[in-house]
């Protein structure tokens, strides 16, 4: 079932948002060589909570962490631990917040220090690739629009597109219908809707889209090693367009 959810409810979703928001900007001075990647969930965790917030992701069906804290090869998933970043990593940051009863979701991929220019180019094409796919986003347009146009755009700059792993609506639940896809056809999916609430986030690869599980069962990679970049936006459905819920 796909929830419409009311201006009021939009308005909750957007003050969880805003902590999800706010966690990422709080992040950046910590992303730094010999950081560990136990620090920044710890520290994720604490903001979230002095916010006044829930870390969504802790004890999603037992994930044992604050946040999913993903690095170079990892996509999604990747869990804190004393690992220490690396100058020239990517590393990704999915922070999620329940707040009042309310989910936000939001992922952001990050260099530590100078990355190299296949990074780079990972980087910045995998966040323009999502706000390609938002601006197809208003009331009465299929979903399969978003999905082709993020595909597309992929395509074109020589990502590979992870089929596995897609966007989700979210509101009262973290994960809800409907499922939103990086990869598509145009004019296919279900037709958007004012009031839902929907969580859109490319994840592309510098090499081949398959990805594998590590045994921990929750950590995926690229199966070919590749670097991956993940960006994420909850938005809400509008008349005439979209509104961001994560951010400023």
């Known amino acids: 079932m796909i929830n419409i959810y009311s201006d009021d409810e939009i308005k909750i979703i957007k003050e969880s948002g ?41 004890n999603y ?13 990892e996509v999604v998933h990747g869990m804190g631990s004393e690992r220490q970043l690396r100058e020239g990593d990517i590393v990704t940051l999915d922070i999620c917040t329940l707040y009042k009863g309310y989910h936000s979701d ?22 323009k690739a999502l706000y390609a796919g938002l601006k197809e ?27 596995e792993l897609v966007g989700h609506g ?35 690869t510098a090499g081949d889209r398959h990805v594998v599980m590590l045994d921990d069962d929750w950590t995926i990679v690229t199966e070919d090693g590749s670097p991956a970049a993940h960006y994420e936006h909850t938005v809400a459905i509008r008349e005439d367009g979209y509104e961001i819920l994560t951010g400023e």
Request: glycine share 10%; hydrophobic share 35%; net charge neutral.
């Open 18 to 58: 805003h902590i999800t928001y706010m966690c990422h900007q709080h992040m950046k001075q910590f992303i730094k060589p010999g950081v560990t990647t136990k620090f920044l969930d710890d520290e994720a965790g604490r903001f979230i909570t002095e916010q006044g917030g829930v870390p969504s992701c802790l």
């Open 61 to 73: 069906e037992g994930f044992p962490r604050n946040i999913c804290i993903s690095i170079n090869d």
């Open 106 to 127: 939001s992922a952001w991929s990050y260099p530590v220090g100078k990355v190299n220019k296949t990074k780079e180019h990972l980087l910045y094409h995998t966040e």
């Open 137 to 163: 986003l208003k009331n009465g347009v299929p979903l399969g629009n978003a999905s082709a146009r993020i595909q597309q755009y992929a395509e074109k700059h020589s990502l590979g597109v992870i089929r």
């Open 170 to 204: 979210v509101g009262h639940e973290l994960h809800e219908d409907p499922d939103v896809p990086n990869y598509g056809k145009y004019n296919s999916g279900v037709v958007l809707r004012t009031g839902m609430v929907i969580a859109v986030e490319p994840m592309l």
